[in-house]
């Protein structure tokens, strides 16, 4: 079995930042895919970013420039840095990670942003 665990998640105010943290554990190897995934209240679920191999990143539009992915392969875990929080950011941030036997989603963790 495979879990991933989130962290990082709480309340900021506008233009903070908060680091959230996915770890996998278990029967994962060879890891090629890891992502940021978000839902708002009463949305679909959007690509944040996404990170390939060790430097192939992607960014959605709208947190270019303020979000930065990484990932540390040793510990098997991504990152999520979020700088400059905007209130449009509110949502449950969900990571997803993918090995040659298939993809893995964490418990989601809640990001809210407010005044």
């Known amino acids: 079995q495979v879990q991933l665990v989130e962290s990082g998640g709480g309340l900021v105010q506008p233009g903070g930042s908060l680091r959230l943290s996915c770890t996998a554990s278990?029967?994962?190897?060879?890891?090629?895919?890891m992502g940021w995934y978000r839902q708002a209240p009463g949305k679909q679920t959007d690509l944040v970013a996404s990170i390939i191999g060790t430097t192939s990143t992607s960014y959605a539009d709208s947190v270019k420039g303020r979000f930065t992915i990484s990932r540390d392969n040793a510990k098997n875990t991504v990152y999520l840095q979020m700088n400059n929080l905007k209130f449009e950011d509110t949502a449950v941030y969900f990571c997803?990670?993918?090995?040659?036997?298939?993809?893995?989603w964490g418990q989601g963790t809640q990001v809210t942003v407010s005044s």
């Open positions: 997803n990670i993918r090995d040659r036997a298939g993809g893995y």
């Open positions: 278990g029967s994962i190897f060879n890891i090629y895919y």
